[in-house]
């Protein structure tokens, strides 16, 4: 779908050049290059635990790993910030994430962005992927990410009846057409655009990271295909896809891939709170992170060397 808005609408601008490099460059030119760990933790809705149990979460993931990566949903719109914060001072590692649907719940897509923007690009250890291309993490592994958004082109948006919390709690996606009617016409045009957004912005970074790099892990929070939209151990269904699916982020993928057969790209997603894997192509393999409220867990430990 032509897209008549400009890139950045949602608030975040241009992707800044922020990289934190996993390996200190000294050390992978050596002959014994460090070995790396990395956690990737998704959905962790870490405002569903109290002080204690967050901290107990956090300090634990801090004792496991060199880096940390989170695919979204860390709060919502009035707690995201701190909770960041908090992580970075528990963890005091590179924290790389992106942010889920629930962390502009009761606010703004576009505010939240920036502010979180304006948090990592002021702090030490925290990457927002959304608002930078390419973070280097060895000589042969790159990551790229962006919150990504249901994009409303699988399953069959028109008659799903499927309603989330979304479309009442985020300023931007309140489309309606009265008090008990959603304008779904307007609202999915709305999803397309952000789907869009979250393409282009991987779609550039996914590009120049396969230059330099045999090996690309991609954090989004939604997840790029209808295969890897696992809900209870199945797919999701047609009512539920416009919801949990990104169609345009995943022909990025296929396109990009297609074209790159010497490298390969691992996807790192969540929203759906249904765990599974699917390989789309050879060198295309998307692990959806399996999650449940008030019980944050690590999803995949990756060594990167
Ligand atoms: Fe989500």
Redesign the pocket.
Known sequence: MQCDKPQGVWGTGPPVQKTLPLVDPQLANSSRPKLNVALNQN?IHLNFLDDAERHQFLETVAERADAVSIT??IGDATNVIGFLKEIEDILRKPVYFVL???DFYRGSIGKVRDEVAQLARQSEFLVYMTATSVVPLSPTTALVGHDGWADARLGDFEKSQVFLNDYVTIEELRKWKDEFALDKPALAELLNVLGDEAARHLERALRQAVTDHSTVIALT??PPFKEAAWHEGKHSDDDHLPH?ACKAVGDVFTTVMQEHPQSRLTVLC????GGGEVQVLPNLRVLTGEAEYGQPMTQHVFEID
């Open positions: 959905n979204g949903d889920g649907n629930h929070h939604v949990f969540g929203h759906t709170h």
